[in-house]
Nanobody, 118 residues
Framework: QVQLVESGGALVQPGGSLRLSCAAS????????MGWYRQTPEKQRGLLATVEYGGITTYADSVRGRFTISRDNAKNTVYLQMNNLKPEDTAVYYCNRVPPLPLTTPYWGQGTQVTVSS
């Protein structure tokens, strides 16, 4: 059974940092490129960063230089280190494969809420 569990979200002040984690089932994680996505009530779920199984990473312009994606293949876990957070980073953050499974499938976790506010 596929399982994705995101964690690490919190309320943080502008300029602060958070580290998100996403634990996945082995069958879902192994050999696949993984990504972090985020969604707000105003915007569709969008891709922020990707990490290939071998560690190569890509970033959206909005987070490049502030966020760092990484993965631990032994733990089937992908991370997102977020620094210099801004109010516009407030969103629910999800992980999934890249390209992602359809939203209509059960292969999405509950997400983790990040709120950046003073």
């Amino acid at each position: 059974q596929v399982q994705l569990v995101e964690s690490g979200g919190a309320l943080v002040q502008p300029g602060g940092s958070l580290r998100l984690s996403c634990a996945a089932s082995e069958s879902f994680f192994t050999y696949y490129t993984m990504g972090w996505y985020r969604q707000t009530p105003e915007k569709q779920r969008g891709l922020l960063a990707t990490v290939e199984y071998g560690g190569i990473t890509t970033y959206a312009d909005s987070v490049r230089g502030r966020f760092t994606i990484s993965r631990d293949n032994a733990k089937n876990t992908v991370y997102l280190q977020m620094n210099n957070l801004k109010p516009e980073d407030t969103a629910v953050y999800y992980c999934n494969r890249v390209p992602p499974l359809p939203l209509t499938t059960p292969y999405w976790g509950q997400g983790t809420q990040v709120t950046v506010s003073s």
